[in-house]
């Protein structure tokens, strides 16, 4: 098989699947937003399915559970064996199957049933058995898998976790969660991070600040900077108010302008009002505010509500956390 033929067929694969989702959203409409709604009101979403459907079952449940809505996976054999004991009345479910007539759910459904359990399916058969029996019937049929056979479940298991993730995010909005919420269900890893850490965690403060006044000679501006090793000074007021900063970027503009520096005093060159930040903003944001300019920086004093300077932060030690 040729380079090209390879990179033609994971195209068709691609094109296949987006299709597939482009053609569930297309059916999306009253039924959806029943689902929804119902699943408003519920304590726990059940979520069940088996083999390739249980894997995006799977995935479908956790992302509900760290969205805002509680959801757990049911494996429907071994919920008759036990763990359909999970299950309280105010739960709603799920079922997820391609063909619709999957024998283990359709054995797990009378219990279900007996609960008075509102019963939802994403299912790949409108007309199958399974679809019958359920409340509320979304359409994840697909016209075929990307799978050169039409077997494996592929452009079928897009759909359906497409739906799914839709699902999820439109509860997620109706129920206003925010970053706060988001990062309690999220207080380790890289999510936690950008959505938790603030700049206070990371600053460089107290007897690390490179400080210096307005009328101070530039070279001490030198001495200064050089001795505390962040690449810059702020410059203050006896108040320790912030009045500029001159960086390393700076003295070495003014070392070029400039042949004699010993008759420099700092406030003549220092750079006036620069950008600063409260210790509480959160990193991510700190960053954004360091990139998203024409003019890139490296630096932000950090200052309290007053405008005293209380820290500097550098994008080295916002990446250093893995941010």
Known sequence: ??????????????????????KASERLGNQFEDAVYQL???????????????????????TMTSTGTPAIFLHPVEGLHGDIGIISDNDVV?????????????????????????????IGSIDSPIAKVSDIVLDGSVDKEACPLNLAPTASTIASLAIGDALAMVLMRLKKINNQDFAFRHPLGQIGKNITMTVSEVMHTGKFLPLVMPNDNFRNALIESTSKSLGCVCVVDSENNLLGIITDGDVRRILQQNEDIRTLNIGDVMVRNPITVGKSVLLGEALSMMENRQNQISILPVVDDMNKCIGIIRIHDILRTGL
């Open 40 to 62: 408003l009101k519920a304590e726990k979403v059940i979520i069940s399915g088996i083999g390739k459907s249980g894997i995006i079952a799977r995935k479908i449940a956790a």
């Open 1 to 22: 098989m040729e380079h090209n033929q390879i990179i033609v067929f994971a195209k068709e694969v691609i094109e296949t699947e987006l299709l597939a989702i482009k």
């Open 94 to 122: 799920i079922l997820l199957s391609k063909s619709g007539a999957t024998e283990e759910l359709i054995r797990i459904i009378p219990y279900f049933k007996q609960r008075k359990l509102p019963i939802i399916s994403i």
